[in-house]
C-alpha cells in the first residue's frame, strides 16, 4: 500500500496513471471522497496547465510607439497627455524572462506605482525572444537600440533599470551621460564580484566551456528553457515538488490559483537570448568583472563609472540571493556622482520582489517616485 496526498492509502501499482488514486479515494470513502474526487481532478487540470501556460500578458493598457529588431518600446502614458518633464524609462531584464515583471498585475505593477506617483510619461523596453538571425547580436547592439530610444524620446530620460537591465542601463549612463538625468538601479549585478551569492559562484566555478556547449546545443542562442532548469536546479525540491504541493493544499482557494496562474504565465515562458551577448555578459562581466573595473568596451569606448555624474538611486533585497545587496550598494564606490546625491535603500525581500512585489511597492517605489519627480533632489 501507497500512501497519497491528504493520507488517502490506495492499491496504487508501479504503472499506474497518478490520476488512478482518486478513484479509488471516492469508493473507499463515500460522498467525502466524492469531493475529494471532485478537487483532484481540478488539480490534474490546473497542474497540466501549470505546466504548460499561455503568455503572460501587461496588467497596464499601453501602446508599442516604437519597434525594433531586440525590442517593443511600449508607452503607458495616456493618449494626448501633456508632460513637464522628462520620460522615464524602465530598462527591464533581458535575463531569459518576459519584461511584463515590470507590470506585472493589478495591485503588483512598477508601472502603475511610479504612474501613481506623479509620473505621467513611463516607457518599458519589452525585449524579444532571440530569433536565429540574432544569434551574434551583443552587448554593443542592445546599447545601441537603447540609444535609438532614448532618442526617439527627445534624447533624454530617466533611467530605471531592473536586474541585467540595471547593468545595461548603468553602461547607457557611462556611455552617454549627457542622455540621463537621473539614474536608479534596482537589483542590478554592477559590482559582480561583490558578496558571495550563488550567481557568482556559478560564474567563477564553471568553465566558460560549458556555457559555450549550452549555447551551441541553442544552435547559436541561450535556449530560455536551458536558463530555466537551471534556475529550477537551484531549489529543485521547491520547484518541482513544493509547488505542487501548494497546488494540491490550495485546490478549492481561487484567490491562490489566481496568483498562481499569473506567475506560472511569468515564469515557464522564458525567452531566449542571443549566444554572444550571453557568452560575452557570463566572461567580461560576470567572470571578469570588467564594468565595475572599467575595463569594459562599449559602442567603441571604455566605459568607467565615474563618468556616471547624475542622482543614483541604489535599491537592494535584503533577502536577494540572485543579486546581493553588496553588487548594487558598492556601485557607489565607482561612481562619479557626487556622494550626496547617491540613496541607498534596502528593502525587505528577495529577488523578483523588488519589482513586483506587494510590500515594496507600496513601501520603496512611491519615494523612487518622488525622487524622479523632483529630478533625484529629495525635497524639491
Known amino acids: 500500500m501507497n500512501t497519497c496526498p491528504k493520507g488517502i492509502h490506495t492499491p496504487c501499482h508501479e504503472h499506474s496513471v497518478p490520476w488512478f488514486w482518486p478513484m479509488a479515494a471516492a469508493i473507499e470513502l463515500g460522498e467525502e471522497g466524492l469531493t475529494q474526487f471532485q478537487n483532484n481532478l481540478r488539480y490534474v487540470e490546473k497542474a497540466i496547465e501549470f505546466a504548460d501556460p499561455p503568455d503572460p500578458e501587461w496588467a497596464t493598457a499601453n501602446r508599442i510607439v516604437l519597434e525594433l529588431d531586440t525590442l517593443r518600446l511600449r508607452d503607458f502614458s495616456r493618449p494626448g497627455q501633456t508632460h513637464a518633464r522628462t520620460p522615464v524609462l524602465v530598462d527591464a531584464p533581458y535575463a531569459g524572462h518576459s519584461s511584463t515583471i515590470a507590470d506585472y498585475a493589478v ?19 519589452d525585449w524579444k525572444s532571440a530569433t536565429a538571425a540574432m544569434k551574434d547580436f551583443d552587448i554593443d547592439t542592445y546599447l545601441a537600440d537603447i540609444d535609438t530610444v532614448v532618442e526617439h524620446l527627445g534624447g533624454k530620460v530617466d533611467l530605471v533599470g531592473l536586474c541585467q537591465g540595471g547593468w545595461m542601463s548603468a553602461m547607457y549612463a557611462a556611455r552617454f551621460p549627457h542622455k540621463v538625468g537621473c539614474l536608479v538601479l534596482a537589483g542590478a549585478p554592477i559590482d559582480t564580484d561583490a ?26 542562442l541561450m535556449l530560455g528553457r536551458t536558463m530555466l532548469a537551471g534556475w529550477k536546479g537551484m531549489k529543485a525540491e521547491e520547484q518541482y515538488l513544493g509547488k505542487f504541493i501548494d497546488l494540491y493544499e490550495h485546490i478549492e482557494n481561487k484567490n491562490f490559483l489566481r496568483r498562481t496562474e499569473r506567475f506560472e504565465r511569468w515564469y515557464e515562458n522564458p525567452i531566449d537570448l542571443p549566444g554572444a551577448y550571453y557568452l560575452q555578459t557570463i566572461q567580461q562581466l560576470f567572470k571578469e568583472n570588467r564594468f565595475a573595473k572599467g575595463e569594459f568596451v562599449g559602442l567603441g569606448q571604455r566605459l568607467s563609472l565615474k563618468d556616471i555624474v547624475c542622482p543614483v538611486y541604489l535599491l537592494a533585497g535584503s533577502d536577494d540571493d540572485i543579486t546581493t545587496r553588496e553588487q548594487v550598494f558598492d556601485a557607489e564606490k565607482y561612481l562619479g556622482t557626487p556622494k550626496a546625491d547617491i540613496v541607498k535603500k534596502l528593502a525587505a525581500g528577495g529577488h523578483i520582489g523588488l519589482f513586483m512585489g506587494s510590500k515594496t511597492l507600496a513601501e520603496c517605489w512611491p519615494e523612487i517616485a518622488d525622487w524622479l519627480r523632483a529630478g533625484g533632489q529629495p525635497g524639491r
Request: charged share 15%.
Open 195 to 220: 558578496g558571495d551569492g550563488p550567481i557568482k559562484k556559478l560564474a567563477h566555478t564553471l568553465p566558460l566551456s560549458l556555457y559555450e556547449e549550452m549555447v551551441a546545443v541553442g544552435g547559436g
Open 107 to 125: 495591485g503588483q505593477s512598477l508601472v502603475e506605482t511610479l504612474m501613481a506617483g506623479g509620473l505621467t510619461q513611463v516607457l518599458v523596453t
